[in-house]
C-alpha cells in the first residue's frame, strides 16, 4: 500500500507551522496521516482527491496547534502570577475551542460534504 499521502502536503504543512528542517518530519506525517484516515472514513473514500488536500493540510495544522505538538521546543509559560495580594492565572486550554481530530472534522464538514460518498 502507498502512502496516503504526497510529499506536497507535507511540505505545505511545514510551510503553514513555519517549521523548517526536517526534525519533524515523522510527527508530521503522523498527524498528517491521522487526519487523511478521519476524512477517508467521513467521506467513504480509499484515496486523497487532489482538490482535498489542501482541506487536509489545514486540518493537520488545526490539529498540530490544537494537540499542541512540538510544544516541547516551547519555553515554560507561567500560569499563574503573584504580586503582593494580586494573583492572576492563565487559561492552559488547547489553542482554540478544538478538542480533537473529530472537532476538527466537525468544523471542516461543509468542505468535506462534497466528497462523500454513501454507504451500502
Known sequence: MTSKISTTMLTKLKQVLGITGTEQDSLLQLVLETVCDEIFNYCNLDQMPVLLENVAVRMAADM???????SEQLPPAAKSVSRGDVSTSF????????????????????????????RW
Open 64 to 70: 498540530w496547534r490544537s494537540e499542541r505538538y512540538g
Open 91 to 118: 487559561d492552559t486550554k488547547p489553542i482554540g475551542d478544538i478538542r480533537g481530530v473529530k472537532d476538527i472534522v466537525d468544523n471542516y464538514k461543509v468542505q468535506l460534504q462534497a466528497f462523500r460518498k454513501p
